[in-house]
């Protein structure tokens, strides 16, 4: 069964190695070519993401050098990568092919210009997170014990993702962010959290800010990163589930999708280590659920609900 996945941060890790990697194969990483196939995903966001220990004047170079990676090496060497600029480019997937589309997971490279922003849109950032967890110039993030909201700035961001029909993500927000991007955005979308119900860790939403995103027709993505899925021990599938199982009894079944996060974590859930193994997920939800809901949580729910697209 084809798969959306919403995160990874394949981008960084290929930066990083300046050149050593190779997307087509490079074991290193956990959405190669090669994985993404063996596991069906069908499009894959590849995050744009700076380090915190980057200085500020080198930030927005970063995020160009990423950039620059996704058209050289993920794009450039391979025919099968399909760039995804606009919302109706997933209907135009052909068989064989892979559809790869930028986001942005924090606009620390951007400062406060707005005009950077433009760029990055420009170069095909179609989803747009105001924060990793620290705060930044936009709002807190969900490790910023202040726990303020948006800023004027970036309220002007989710402004700019309305009009430019942008994703924007409350992933990595603190939790008075959150509330005011649900009130803001004509797109609120969830990349890669959990349910806090389930794991208490501060980057999991609550069920009232679950509940209050399937109410503006919002997307929650689970994540399978072991600490927000389980408090202690090891996390395996069924407990990734479990976390499926929850949103849907908060009314979102038709709004589920996955975000992996690979390339951006060090612990795994057990039979899911890398993009090759996503359909143990799948074999594993189809024991629980219609065939029908499964492919909404594996790919149609972000189809029904992308902008144009029924929102």
């Known amino acids: 069964m084809n798969i959306i996945d919403l995160h990874c941060d394949a981008l960084m890790k290929l930066q990083e190695a300046n050149g050593a990697l190779r997307f087509v194969d490079s074991p290193e990483l956990h959405t190669n070519k090669t994985r993404l196939h063996q596991g069906k995903i069908k499009v894959q966001c590849f995050a744009i993401f700076i380090e915190p220990i980057i200085k500020g004047d080198q930030k927005f170079q970063v995020a160009l050098e990423q950039i620059d990676y996704f058209y050289k090496e993920v794009l450039g060497k391979n025919p099968d990568m399909v760039h995804i600029k606009d919302w109706s480019d997933f209907d135009r997937l052909k068989i064989g092919q892979i559809g790869a589309m930028v986001t942005l997971e924090g606009v620390d490279a951007i400062g406060n210009d707005l005009a950077k922003l433009h760029i990055l849109y420009q170069l095909g950032v179609r989803s747009v997170g105001l924060t990793w967890n620290p705060a930044n110039l936009a709002a807190d993030g969900a490790g910023e014990p202040r726990g303020g909201g948006l800023t004027l700035f970036g309220k002007e961001i989710v402004a700019f993702n309305n009009e430019h029909q942008i994703l924007t993500d409350v992933s990595h927000l603190s939790d008075k962010g959150i509330w005011e991007v649900i009130e803001l955005a004509k797109y609120p979308i ?43 021990g090891e996390a395996t599938i069924s407990d990734l589930v479990r976390h499926i199982d929850h949103f849907c009894s908060l009314g979102g079944v038709k709004q589920i999708g996955f975000g992996s996060d690979f390339d951006g974590i060090s612990t795994f859930v057990t039979n899911l280590e890398d993009a090759s193994m996503s359909q143990n997920l799948i074999n594993e939800l189809l024991k629980h659920y219609k065939e029908e809901e499964v492919r909404g949580f594996a790919f149609e729910n972000f189809l029904n609900h992308r902008p144009g697209f029924g929102r």
């Open 190 to 232: 969830a990349s890669h959290s959990n349910a806090r119900a389930l794991c208490n860790h501060p980057r999991n939403l609550t069920d009232e800010q679950a509940k209050a995103m399937f109410a503006r027709d919002g997307l929650i993505h689970v994540v399978y990163h072991p600490p927000f899925i389980k408090e202690a």
